[in-house]
């Protein structure tokens, strides 16, 4: 009878240990898992009206130049850096959830590793979503607050991830591309 119960019950812990970590990083086939690069970074949804700034010069010699530039788009995401800095950052994405993204030193962007966990869920409208919580420096458990990513064009070379922001009182959309590496 011992012999049974433990038999029994080494079933049991093998069935929970399983359960347990079988969370699903696959998307059409398309396992998630591994190591990427944000190989570009747009954002769609903004008045170019106010994204735009003229300035007009003249010099001494009264020969003037009007000058078109883009203005930075100063908007912080994930409440780190701007969307540009998010352009080479290297994510590591393993199986258990608990993975990272560096920020590139490029300029004025935070360099630096930071320590997330991630996982793709499924919304009520069946659409996948990638959850980020950032936990530098707290227990993954104590997190509440976290960032739902619509998940589009999954291939085994990588996927696009899209976010809305608030740009001037306009809601634009973020797409960050990640490459695998």
């Known amino acids: 009878m011992k012999k049974h119960f433990g038999i029994l019950l080494a079933v049991f812990a093998l069935l929970f240990i399983t359960s347990c970590s079988t969370t ?11 190591s990427y690069t944000v190989s ?7 008045n170019t009206a106010s994204s735009t700034h003229k300035e007009t010069f003249n010099d001494a010699g009264n020969t003037s130049a009007t000058i078109l530039t883009k203005v930075k788009l100063e908007t912080t995401v994930f409440d780190d850096v701007t969307p540009n800095c998010f352009i080479g950052s290297q994510w590591v994405l393993p199986h258990n959830g608990y993975g990272t993204y560096t920020i590139q030193d490029n300029g004025d962007c935070y360099a630096g590793k930071r320590n997330i966990i991630w996982s793709v869920r499924t919304d009520q409208g069946g659409q996948k979503k990638f959850q980020l919580k950032i936990i530098d420096g707290q227990k993954a458990k104590t997190v509440t607050q976290g960032y739902l990513l619509d998940i589009t064009d999954v291939t085994a070379q990588g996927f696009t991830l899209v976010s809305p922001v608030e740009v001037d009182g306009q809601t634009a ?9």
């Open 173 to 181: 959309y973020v797409y960050y591309e990640f490459t695998r590496n």
């Open 24 to 34: 699903s990083h696959t998307i059409d086939k398309v396992n998630m898992n591994g």
């Open 40 to 46: 570009d970074v747009r954002v769609e949804g903004v």
